[in-house]
């Protein structure tokens, strides 16, 4: 049978100080189901401490620590991390109670708070195999456990936890008044490829967090394994290696294009200012969201090339006088002057339907949504725009 405890200790020895909060009577291991308990939470764990569950396979009528048979794994249902900015309506604003409560979570931001894991996957590999005692492979050798039955040695079930369905999407802050919390736990059987492949999976995520990657970057690794369908993640990484280079030509091309680049006839100078705005302002976005470095490095590369675009579209130079910049603009030839009317005529009528457009979606947003600041109203509605 299976068995699921919890307890506030990391290691166990006997029944004190545990919950039992789960037990399938009849286990097989080849019928996969899903679960929702509901887990009573310790006054330790809801003082920012931990909670772990301790799941047994054991024979049944036993209690797991009398069964010499019995295989274990230890999994924390808590995780620490800074929590998440409570996001208000702007124009309704708060109670005092609510603003002396948003004040004080302001100033705890940075702390790293007990985050509850509403989800536990468990495994059990199905898959039949011979391996010879000397070349068993450590992935799966750290995961075995064997028992002498007369002559033989045999090895009991192979338990496993997935560890990369704990999604930070289904974290929940502990509060200090909660007493129970929904477990969701759900089992399915799992292949030897698939279980090798997973622990190597989980051993990556652990090693980018240790090199410094916080638990979203990790969980954005995660989401690459356990939303994709591996056929379709293959053909992913294929046409990513293609967009990456295509992007690196494309960078390498602009820059070519734009350091040969004398005249500005046929150019439109405020295409060139308005695309670097919006370069901007999407990096300023991702910053204010906390988005993953992989994402917010490139959109910074891409920002600086917009910016030097603009030093060159609109014939800056700098010149420093002791500790003072000081900026000249050149001078526009006719050709230039012709092509700079048209492209102010064309931003006139495009601004008829681009200025109601970003000003009507601003005060939308404004009415119908929830945000953390009014800074951070301010740049979702430049990125919209």
């Known amino acids: 049978q299976l068995s699921v405890y919890t307890t506030t200790r990391s290691n166990i020895g006997a029944e004190s100080n545990i919950d039992l909060v789960l037990n399938v009577e ?20 809801r003082n920012n401490g931990t909670l772990y569950a301790y799941i047994f396979l054991h024979h049944a009528g036993i209690l797991p620590w009398h069964d010499g048979k019995q295989v274990h794994i230890v999994s924390p249902l808590t995780t620490y991390m800074v929590p998440k900015p409570e996001e208000i309506n702007l124009l309704t604003g708060e109670s005092a109670t609510q603003q002396i409560e948003a004040e ?4 705890a931001l940075d702390e790293p708070v007990s985050h509850w894991r509403s989800r536990l996957t468990l495994n059990v590999m199905v898959e039949d195999f011979v391996f010879d005692g000397s070349s068993l492979p450590a992935d799966v050798h750290r995961y075995m456990k064997m028992v002498q039955l007369g002559k033989t040695v ?21 509060n200090r008044s909660t007493t129970e919390l929904p477990l969701t736990v759900s089992y399915d059987k799992i292949s030897l490829g698939k279980l090798r492949f997973w622990i190597h999976m989980q051993d990556a995520v652990y090693s980018l967090q240790q090199f410094g990657f916080s638990e979203k970057d990790a969980d954005e690794v995660k989401g690459i394994f356990v939303d994709t369908n591996l056929y379709f993640l293959a053909l992913t990484f294929f ?8 992007d690196f030509l494309a960078f390498k091309n602009d820059i070519s294009f734009w350091k040969k680049k004398r005249s500005m006839i046929g150019m439109s100078t405020k295409a060139v200012l308005w695309r670097c705005f919006s370069t901007v302002v999407i990096f300023l976005f991702l910053l204010d969201e906390q988005t993953s470095l992989l994402v917010l490095i490139p959109a910074g590369i891409g920002a600086v090339i917009e910016l030097w675009k603009v030093k060159k579209a609109l014939k800056m130079t700098i010149k420093w006088q002791g500790l003072r910049p000081k900026i000249q603009f050149g001078t526009y030839s006719d050709s230039e002057k012709k092509t700079e009317e048209y492209d102010t005529q064309a931003m006139k009528y495009l601004s008829y339907l681009l200025y109601p457009l970003c000003i009507g979606g601003a005060g939308y947003s404004l009415l119908n949504v929830k945000y953390k600041s009014w800074y951070s109203w301010l740049i979702n509605s430049f990125v919209n725009g």
Request: proline share 4%; glycine share 0%.
């Open 26 to 45: 009849d286990f097989d291991i080849e019928s996969k189901f899903e679960r929702t308990v509901n887990v009573s939470v310790p006054k330790k764990t």
């Open 104 to 107: 004080k979570q302001t100033n």
């Open 154 to 174: 045999h090895y009991l079930p192979i338990l496993f936890i997935d560890q990369l369905s704990n999604r930070v999407k289904d974290l929940m802050v502990i």
């Open 239 to 246: 046409v990513a290696a293609f967009h990456l280079l295509f």
